[in-house]
Structure formats: structure tokens, C-alpha cells
């Protein structure tokens, strides 16, 4: 063969190509699939091609040997400027731009030719771009060292604006191993230059990890090199600033790096122009395919990447999975969850310098809002959270669903019930009467709550009992709090009332039930034996309607026939009922002594028909009563309705008999142990707490029963008193 | 907590499905596969109106003494079944709504990946995750 004088460039070229086609790793001679393939990227007639070879001598080897392989490119690089093929115009065409490929396979190359378009510019190659030392991770170029054919003469590389796809670019390197071609000694500190093919960026750094690299390392010394190259040609210091910021050791070895993340931002341009638009997942998808790296992977990169699950990628997203792409061809496993610093409103705000204008960008992907529950790709408990909640805030009140809520969630919502405005309306106002006593009712309540809630007829299921059992109990303190505390507080008839604390509760209604034992006579048995706990926390069922049936006809009926499963969770509520009405007598004369004083003072303020009022009394507790049971957990909706009723009870309840069942109440309140939270503690304390709370329940279920005929007696009563009242109030008022 | 969660394609043919205890494996596919029947008939029966009269859940398929068959279907027939443990003291029609409405948001998600072709079996991690995190944890 004639010899065969190549520039420096040339000769990098060639040889990088040659590195390519050699997959047998022989180094001597290049496959010759590879290398047809090569000649057929070179977009030439497939004659042409077969003079090359023939002319480069290959046909009569039988093989490519690297002589060979040099000669072909020349002359395909010949063929494609268009001269005619002959042997003598190897050596005589001067200035030969470098053969062109174009290929699929060339397109890790074409994304960096595609950046550095003006690579080829760097005619001062020969220019002084020390290559920063080589960062150890570099595999001895031996290729490169080894076979040095021809002098390094020093041409100035014409510049061919190569076309995007032109391979001219794709070696990065090459003019970084030209440059060590020059110091031949310099040993192989160059990173094997990314063999200019299919992965051929991945392979150099898949070789080359070796040691301590961070794949930040690796994929920044490759940027190095490329911006050092393109940007800053002539700029040592910059390039040696750059390794030294990449070898600083990131302790997140997901971050990206300024120069990865212009890479990305070009790669991204090539897709789409907009740096604020969007790659559809088309695009997306054939462009990540040509990382050959396995679809189920590329499927799970995305998954962690759209962020938004919108099908499509922002610059940030783009960057994500790039970045994602890179280091699994780095051999990096690929994270279960994004990691934080790829996340988009992470990279947002870090990412200035390409963008101009990056308002729209951080807006898009910078809000929190990402989080989705159902999208965010971090897990966490609370995803199945607000699932549950809107379907149970979806159905009717009625329906008794629990709904597994936190506690924390909960105290945020009674504090934002607290904080609401005291509207008289509103139905969570008297919450906000004393914050702080609700928490100490919660205490207490907590032991109630699980009896009521264990004792539930065909209510959730215990499991959800046991996840509900603080939320359920914070609600039915809320009610019981409002109900208890309320009337005590209640200055004015109509205002919420403030929740007293519930032992003065108890105590105001022991001491009523003494009067009422004067007053009413009724036996202090049942009372006195329903000392065990009994419940407060489920508002009142319809047993007022059931025994007030007489009274009010037709409308506790209704609530009967609904409520009637629930009867013997009312009867904890009903001496709240009778004690908010005393107590709001009470509250007028600033302690709970005589109910027979009070009963005609309070009457006077519940203005209207007994009837009426029995009757508003039973639509409330049953619909209180509805309400509790069907939240159970819900907090939002039926905590407000049970307080509302029970203002409104108090406003107008009279029935002394209730006060003996809130006192056997306050007493299983106080005899009850503080039960811990349920919440956070261990299952079994749990499970203690649950068997405990069944037992009582069984308690309970006794004393509900004695009660309801107590309240029945007392209902009757307080309707005659009613009456009386009103056959008074003409005098009274005078 | 479900014993089973099945996602039929359009064509009967099972995308994912996962059970749990493994062991009776063969027993729940058997029974999401009878279950389709049952969600033919439901889902033809509306006739007319089609999509529009036609709500995505369809409620409790059959049961057995053992478990219960709930079934849902999208606007682009493709089914969720999910067998639910009879012994575990009957969720809330509700929780198997919620249930419903997160494997179907997980399923858009798989869908909206650009690499699943639709009609390939699902292996998206983040569908298992939160497949498995409905299952019955005990055994």
C-alpha cells in the first residue's frame, strides 16, 4: 500500500473509527461487518464503496487491517468531497475534509457534534489546550500510544460545518488524544476516547469506572473535556477549575452538574426548540431508546421522571432522566424514588444558566404542587389518606364510614375548627370556646370513644377502630366536649358556649342529679350502676325520639325507624343533652345548684312547645346521632352538625332525668384510665386498649338499656314542665 | 385489604395480576377469570346510554363463602377485579371505591408512560408498590 499521510486529526479520526469498528478488540484488524457498516453510514453509492475497499486493498487481505482502514476512510472522505477515486489522491488532496457518517449508531456522536458544532472550528488544535492530568480513571489508550503511523503533522483542520449528524464532532476527544499524540510520553491519561459509535459515550465510562468514581466523575470528565475543548479552548485554568469542581466530591451523586446540565439543555434543543415546551413521549422515548438500555429500565426512568405524569417531558424532567440514563449506563441501580436533586422544582431554581427565560419554567415546574398524592413518586402514607377521606366525604353523612385519619390530622382540623370565626351558626364554634380543655377532654375521651366506638352497631370494623381510634376519639371529644362544656359557658341562650372542662361537668352534674333526685324521685339505682363507663363520646342517638315518640310524633318516628340500631349509643349523650340545658341554667347563675330554680328559669328561655322542642331535640340527636355514627372517623362534617344539635339542646332540653345518666357518665369518665393515644403506640397497646373498651362496652350496653327507660320517665316529665312554663310565662314576663 | 387485584385488558386477557398468599394463587386467577363473566353481563347490560349511564364501578360481583368479587371497568374496557377475604369483617363499600379509584389512577400513570406499549403485561414498580400496599399485609 502507498503510504498514507493523514493529519493529526485525521489520524485521531481514523483511528477512533478504526477503535470502533474493531470490536474483536484485535486492534490490528477491524470487523468487517462493522466496517461495512461504517462505509454504508457513509451515505456513498454502494460501488463506490466497493472500489474503496478494493482500492484500499482490503478485498485483497480479505480483512481491514488498520493501514487499510485508513486508506478506505481517505478515500470515502475523497468519494464524499467528490473527487474521483484513485490511489494517488490519498496523499495529493490536501485539505480533505474528514469522511462523514451518517449513521444511527453515530448519534451519541451527533448529540455531541450536535453541541459542539463549532468543534472543528478549533483549528488551533495544535493550539495549547493542555489537557487536564488525567483524573485517574482513564484506561490506557494503548491503541492510541501504540501505533503512531504517521508523523503528527500539524494542518490546520479545515472546517467543515459538518451537518449535525457528521461524525466530525463525535469524538470529543479527538482532539484531546491528538493533543496526546503530540506528547507521546503523556501516557495514557486520556480517558480512552469515546469510541465514536453506539454508546460509544457509555462505554468510555463504563471502562474507565474504575476506582473511586462518582458517575458525576466520570460523565463531568467527559464534559470537561468537551467544554474545555469548545468553550473555553484556550482557557487551561478554566478547564482545570472545572475537573477540580467535578473532583470535589459531591455528596449527592444525583446532582447535576452545570456542564451535564448544558448538555442536557442542548440535547434537549435538538428535540424541541422551546426550552419551555415539552418533549412529547414519542420523542422522548426514541430518544432515550438509542441508550440501548433495556425498556423496562427506560420505563421505570420515566416513571421516576414525569414528574407530573403528564406524558411528557419538561426541561427538568428531560435533565432527570437524562441524568437517570447516564448513570444506569454507569452501573449505577436506578433509584426506587427520584431523588431530590433531580426533582423538577429542585433543578428549576438551580438552573440558570441557559434559560432566558426561566419564569414560566419555575412556575410550571416549581410548585410544590407536584406532589400529588396519587403521582408523587415519594411514598408516603398519606397518599391513601386523602383517597379514603373523599370517598367518605363523598357519600352521605349518614353513611357510616370510617375514615383513617391521622391524628395529626385531626388536631388540625379541630384547631381550624377552633380557629374558625365564632359564628353563631357555625357549627364548630363552641370549639372554639377552650381549646385547651378540648385537649384534656380528648384525654379522657379516648377511653369513651373506644367503648362507643367497640360498642358500634355494626360500625367499622374493629380494624379501622384500631386506626381510628384517636381521630374517633377526638371527634366524639369534640362533641362531647361542645356538649358537655357548652352549656356551661352559655351566658346567653343563643350564644356558643364556651366548652367547660368536663370534670366541673361532673361535678355540676352530680350536683344536679342530687336535685333532680329531689325533683324527679326517680330511683338513683340505674344511676348509680351505670358507673361503669359509659360513652359520652357518640352524640345521642334517636332515643330521645324514641322516647319522645308520644311527644313528637311523626318526625321521631323517622328518626326512630333510622336510628333505632343506634339507640343504645344515644343514652351517653342524652345526660349531656339534659345537662346543657341545666347547665345553661347554670351558666346564667354561675353555678349548677338547685335544678328546680333552674328548670323554671331556663324553661322561660326555651321559648316554644315542648313538643316543638322535644321534637327539635330528637331530629338533632338523631341526626347528631347520624352523623357521629356515620363519620366515625370523618371529622370534618359531623363534628359541626353534633355541636350545632347540641346547642341548640341545651338552648332548650329540660329534662332533668338526663342529668343522672351524664353523671354515671362523668363518674365512668373519671373511674375510666386515661387510655393513651391509640395512634403512634404499639399494636398492642392498641389491642389492650380495644379489649379494654370492649369490656366497658358490654357495661355500657347495660347501663344503656336501664337508661333509656330513665329517660323515657324523664322526657314525660319535662314535657309537663314545659307545659306548666308555659301556662306561667304570661305572669313571669309581666 | 384485598386478597387479590387483577387488571384485565380489553380482551380478557389478564394485564396484572397479584395475589396473595401465593399459594392459592391458581384459585383467585380462577376466580377473576369467572368474574368476568359476571362483568360482561353488567357492563352490557346498560345497553343504550352507553358510557354515560354506565357507572366505572360496578359493585360486588358475586360472593363466595370464602370472598368477596368486586369489579370495576373503564371507560376503555379494561377491568379491575379485586377479591376481598370474606373473614375480614366486610370493608366499606367506600374503601373499595378508593381502592378502585387508585389502581385506576396507577393505571393512567402506566399508560402515560411512553414505553408501555399498551397490551404488555404491567411491570411498572410504582403500580406494584401500590398494588402490594393494598394487599393484605398479615400473611
Known amino acids: 500500500m502507498e503510504s498514507l499521510t493523514l493529519t493529526d486529526v485525521e489520524q485521531k479520526y481514523y483511528s477512533d473509527l478504526f477503535v470502533y469498528c474493531d470490536t474483536d478488540n484485535t486492534k490490528k484488524v477491524a470487523s468487517n461487518g462493522k466496517v461495512l457498516d461504517l462505509f454504508r453510514a457513509a451515505q456513498l453509492p454502494s460501488d463506490v464503496v466497493l472500489q474503496i475497499t478494493e482500492l484500499c486493498g482490503a478485498t485483497r487481505l480479505g480483512h481491514f487491517g488498520r493501514s487499510q482502514f485508513y486508506i478506505a476512510l481517505k478515500l470515502i472522505a475523497v468519494a464524499q468531497s467528490g473527487l474521483p477515486l484513485r490511489v494517488e489522491s490519498l496523499n495529493s488532496v490536501k485539505d480533505l475534509p474528514l469522511p462523514r457518517f451518517v449513521v444511527a449508531k453515530n448519534e451519541q456522536e451527533a448529540r455531541h457534534t450536535a453541541m459542539y458544532p463549532d468543534l472543528e472550528n478549533q483549528g488551533p488544535y495544535q493550539g495549547v489546550i493542555p489537557r487536564p492530568p488525567a483524573r485517574g480513571q482513564v484506561k490506557k489508550v494503548s491503541a492510541h500510544e501504540v501505533i503512531q503511523p504517521c508523523v503528527p503533522t500539524v494542518e490546520p483542520q479545515p472546517d467543515t460545518t459538518s451537518p449535525v449528524v457528521s461524525p466530525h464532532h463525535s469524538p470529543p476527544t479527538s482532539p484531546h488524544a491528538w493533543r496526546k499524540h503530540k506528547r507521546q510520553a503523556s501516557g495514557g491519561n486520556v480517558e480512552r476516547p469515546p469510541v465514536v459509535v453506539a454508546g460509544a459515550v457509555w462505554t468510555p465510562f463504563r471502562e474507565s469506572q474504575s476506582g473511586t468514581h462518582s458517575i458525576l466523575q466520570t460523565v463531568s470528565s467527559l464534559f470537561q473535556r468537551i467544554v474545555s475543548i469548545c468553550y473555553f479552548p484556550l482557557n487551561v485554568s478554566l478547564a482545570n477549575e472545572i475537573q477540580r469542581q467535578s473532583s470535589s466530591g459531591y455528596d449527592d451523586p444525583w446532582k447535576i452538574t452545570d456542564e451535564q446540565r448544558q448538555y442536557y439543555i442542548n440535547q434537549f434543543k435538538t428535540i424541541q426548540p422551546d426550552l419551555n415546551g415539552f418533549i412529547p413521549g414519542s420523542a422522548a422515548k426514541e430518544f432515550f431508546t438509542k441508550s440501548k438500555l433495556p425498556i423496562l429500565e427506560l420505563s421505570h426512568i420515566w416513571e421516576l421522571s414525569d414528574f407530573d405524569k403528564d406524558g411528557a417531558l419538561t426541561l427538568d424532567e428531560f435533565c432527570a432522566a437524562f441524568h437517570l440514563v447516564v448513570a444506569r449506563k454507569n452501573g449505577y441501580d436506578l433509584p426506587e424514588k427520584l431523588p431530590e436533586s433531580l426533582m423538577p422544582k429542585l433543578i428549576d431554581l438551580d438552573d440558570s444558566a441557559e434559560v432566558p427565560d426561566q419564569a414560566p419554567d419555575v412556575g410550571y415546574s416549581g410548585s410544590p404542587v407536584e406532589v400529588t398524592p396519587n403521582k408523587s413518586p415519594m411514598p408516603s402514607l398519606n397518599q391513601t389518606w386523602p383517597d379514603l377521606n373523599q370517598g367518605n366525604e363523598d357519600t352521605a353523612i349518614v353513611h357510616p364510614v370510617p375514615i383513617r385519619m391521622t391524628p395529626s390530622k385531626i388536631h388540625m382540623q379541630e384547631m381550624e375548627l377552633k380557629r374558625t370565626g365564632s359564628d353563631h351558626t357555625h357549627p364548630t364554634s363552641p370549639l372554639m370556646a377552650k381549646p385547651p380543655e378540648l385537649s384534656e377532654e380528648t384525654k379522657l375521651a379516648t377511653s369513651m370513644k373506644f367503648v362507643t366506638v367497640n360498642s358500634g352497631d355494626g360500625y367499622s370494623s374493629s380494624d379501622s377502630y384500631t386506626s381510628d381510634q384517636d381521630p374517633i376519639t377526638s371527634v366524639v371529644t369534640r362533641q362531647r366536649s361542645n356538649s358537655g362544656t357548652s352549656p356551661e359557658g352559655l351566658k346567653v341562650v343563643a350564644a356558643p358556649p364556651p366548652p367547660p372542662p368536663r370534670p366541673n361537668a361532673s361535678h355540676s352534674r352530680s350536683s344536679s342529679l342530687d336535685m333532680n333526685r329531689n325533683f324527679a324521685a326517680h330511683p338513683t339505682g340505674p344511676q348509680q350502676s351505670g358507673v361503669v363507663a359509659c360513652p359520652p363520646a357518640i352524640p345521642p342517638r334517636p332515643l330521645p325520639t324514641q322516647t319522645s315518640g308520644p311527644h313528637s310524633g311523626h318526625r321521631s318516628d323517622e328518626g326512630l325507624a333510622a336510628h333505632s340500631t343506634t339507640s343504645p349509643q344515644q343514652i351517653p349523650e342524652q345526660p349531656n343533652f339534659a345537662d346543657f340545658s341545666q347547665f345553661q341554667a347554670f351558666a346564667a347563675s354561675d353555678q349548677p345548684n338547685d335544678d328546680g330554680e333552674k328548670h323554671p328559669e331556663s324553661l322561660p328561655s326555651t321559648e316554644g312547645a315542648g313538643p316543638l322542642r322535644t321534637v327539635k331535640i330528637d331530629n338533632q340527636e338523631e341526626r347528631a346521632a347520624a352523623t357521629v355514627n356515620s363519620a366515625k372517623g370523618s371529622i370534618m362534617a359531623p363534628p359541626p352538625k353534633p355541636v350545632r344539635r347540641r346547642l341548640k339542646s341545651e338552648d332548650e332540653l329540660q329534662d332533668e332525668a338526663l342529668p343522672p345518666k351524664s353523671n354515671v357518665i362523668a363518674t365512668v369518665l373519671a373511674t375510666l384510665p386515661s387510655i393513651p393515644r391509640s395512634v403512634g403506640k404499639d399494636k398492642k397497646a392498641i389491642q389492650a386498649s380495644i379489649r379494654r373498651n370492649k369490656e366497658t362496652n358490654t357495661v355500657l350496653a347495660r347501663l344503656n338499656s336501664e337508661l333509656q327507660q330513665q329517660l323515657k320517665d324523664l322526657l314525660e316529665e319535662r314535657i309537663s314542665l314545659e307545659v306548666q312554663l308555659e301556662q306561667l310565662r304570661p305572669f313571669s314576663h309581666l | ?139
Open chain 2, 1 to 139: 385489604m384485598a386478597v387479590c387485584i387483577a387488571v384485565i385488558a380489553k380482551e380478557n386477557y389478564p394485564l396484572y395480576i397479584r395475589s396473595v398468599p401465593i399459594q392459592n394463587e391458581l384459585k383467585f386467577h380462577y376466580t377473576v377469570h369467572t368474574s368476568l363473566d359476571v362483568v360482561e353481563e353488567k357492563i352490557s347490560a346498560v345497553g343504550k346510554a352507553m358510557a354515560d349511564q354506565r357507572e366505572l364501578y360496578l359493585g360486588l360481583l358475586y360472593p363466595t363463602e370464602d370472598y368477596k368479587v368486586y369489579g370495576y371497568v373503564t371507560n376503555s374496557k379494561v377491568k379491575f377485579v379485586i377479591v376481598v377475604d370474606s373473614s375480614n369483617t366486610s370493608l366499606r363499600d367506600n374503601e373499595i371505591r378508593s381502592m378502585f379509584r387508585k389502581l385506576h389512577n396507577s393505571f393512567t400513570d402506566v399508560m402515560c408512560n411512553p414505553f408501555y406499549n399498551p397490551g404488555d403485561t404491567i411491570q411498572s414498580k410504582a403500580f406494584d408498590s401500590m398494588v402490594t400496599a393494598m394487599m393484605v399485609q398479615a400473611s
